[in-house]
């Protein structure tokens, strides 16, 4: 058995998960999805909820912005996260801040700003009904944690990226996935929008179930 750390995007919450948790758990793992803060001043407050739900042989999983999350935590605790899967996430580079990887305005908003979330349209294979149980859930992000630099050095733990055939290309995944390519590393599609976890959760289980093996 293998504990699965699952770590959410922006404006998400551990919810964003209650549809890959019982596939996960009916396979035998356990499943732990820690809620991200909304109050969060620094990129280490994430870290530090993140690594305190990491157990012995964790597979860390980071959809979206949670993609800079578990970057950071596996680089602190690489005795025990088994294996790292970036589920359409955005991935800095060492020293890089999460805002350096999407279209970011000319002048950025001060440290303290904190973004209020758009309500989400369904789209795509992302249904009305998901759509408004995702509405009622959705919170909002503080800018604060976009602004730290990811540390130093890389991750020595095994890596699987995963990205979705129906996110706007502008996305920080985006730019994940083209200096994949320019590396000559390998990932997977699932077909689906950017809210894979909750509109195709067997894909996105059955991606999480191959880094047990």
């Known amino acids: 058995m293998s504990t ?18 019982p596939l996960l758990e ?3 793992h356990e499943v732990r999805t820690p809620t991200l803060s909304e109050t969060a001043t620094a990129l280490d407050t ?27 935590v596996a680089l602190r605790d690489p005795q025990r996260v088994r294996h790292v899967v970036y589920v359409d996430a ?3 580079d060492a020293g890089e801040r999460a805002v350096d990887l999407g279209a970011s ?4 908003p001060p440290r303290e700003t904190v ?9 795509g294979d992302l249904d009305a009904d998901t759509a408004a149980w995702m509405n009622e859930r959705l919170t909002s992000v ?3 944690p976009s602004l730290d630099p990811a540390s130093d050095g890389e991750p020595t733990v095994p890596a699987t ?9 502008a996305y920080p995944c985006g730019t994940t996935r083209s200096r994949l390519d320019e590396r000559g590393i390998p990932y997977s599609w699932i077909a689906t929008g950017h809210d894979a976890p909750l509109t195709r959760p067997d894909a996105v289980a059955e991606h999480l179930l191959a880094a047990t093996r």
């Open 142 to 144: 503080p800018f604060a």
């Open 115 to 123: 973004i209020a979330p758009r309500p989400v349209e369904p789209a």
């Open 46 to 72: 994430w870290v530090d909820e993140v690594a305190a739900a990491v157990a012995d042989d964790t597979i860390l999983v980071g959809h979206s912005q949670g993609g800079v999350v578990v970057r950071e």
């Open 4 to 21: 699965f750390v699952l770590v959410h995007g922006a404006f998400r919450g551990g919810w964003s998960w209650d549809r890959v948790r």
């Open 161 to 169: 990226y995963v990205f979705c055939t129906g996110t706007p290309s």
């Open 105 to 108: 305005p000319p002048v950025l």
């Open 26 to 28: 009916a396979a035998g």
């Open 90 to 92: 955005a991935v800095p």
